[in-house]
């Protein structure tokens, strides 16, 4: 048996001792999803989250989201299995900036992307992941919308709910948005028969080149679902990787090469194996404070998704 087999199965084996549910946002690198008990996008994830039955969970992904798990677990132990992985858009708001705006602007509600850090989302109204965004601005009863941190993805939104008066701050996925607008005509040249799938964190000048937008979980589905057998693959590259594994008689290309997210990449499968055995990772806490306060965006995110 091979070390990573081997390594495998001694998770598995812990997470039975041991009451551990894994879960492992798509991006992760296959060994890790294998051992998963969910994966998928951030919405699959926070969702999951909440219904576990195992007494602790180990995220493989960005602290944003072991920080969501832990407030809607707070009586789990939730544990980051790579503590220096953060998500560069999650930090990029300033709170007091937010609040401030709020005060100034009491029609307004703060709809903030699940990609922020939980002690911002203390002064937000409601939550959205790419999945649910569109679906949870129209469902608002509010007109006035302050949306963070993403003002590409705050766009796509923008442009599904013209109904809607959405304000954007200058804030983004700093993995997405390199792709330009020459790389995405490039692509679409050298592949002319493929669709172009693209997230919506990719700036307006890439998405809107695509044939499909839409999160993760959508572009997969696409994928899957569509008669066409090839593919540009507009979001990390893990994912084009995935795709070309589960579906082997199509084809997928990256679009860039610049579309691979470090801070995802921090995770490995020897750190999911500490993590899982309690001698690693690291243990999510939150004053409880940021957890009341926190939790109702997340709440109403749940109730209007
Ligand atoms: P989704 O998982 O919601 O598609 O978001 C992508 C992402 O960048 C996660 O950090
Ligand atoms: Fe954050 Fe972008 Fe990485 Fe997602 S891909 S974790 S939004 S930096």
Known sequence: MNTIHSMQNDIRRLKAERDVCILAHSYQSHDILEVADITGDSFKLSEAAAQVPQSTVVMCGVRFMAETVKLLSPGKTVILAAPDAGCPMAEQMDKDMIAAFKEANPSYTVVAYINT??????????????????????????????????????????????????????????????????????????????????????????????DFVGSTAAIMQFARTCDADEFIIGTENSIAAHLEMELPHKRFYPLSKHLVCDNMKLTTLSGVYRAVAGIGGEVITLPENVMNAARVCIDRMIELG
């Open 117 to 210: 850090t939980a002690d911002l989302k203390t002064v937000c109204d409601v939550c959205v992941t790419s999945s649910s965004a569109v679906k949870i601005v129209k469902a608002l009863p509010e007109k006035d919308i302050l949306f963070i941190p993403d003002c590409n993805l705050g766009q796509f939104v923008q442009q599904a709910v013209p109904e809607k008066n959405i304000k954007l701050l200058q804030g983004g996925c700093p993995v997405h948005a390199t792709v330009t607008a020459k790389e995405a005509a490039d692509a679409k040249a050298q592949h002319p028969h493929a669709l172009l799938l693209c997230h919506p964190e990719c700036v307006p000048a890439v998405t809107k080149q695509a």
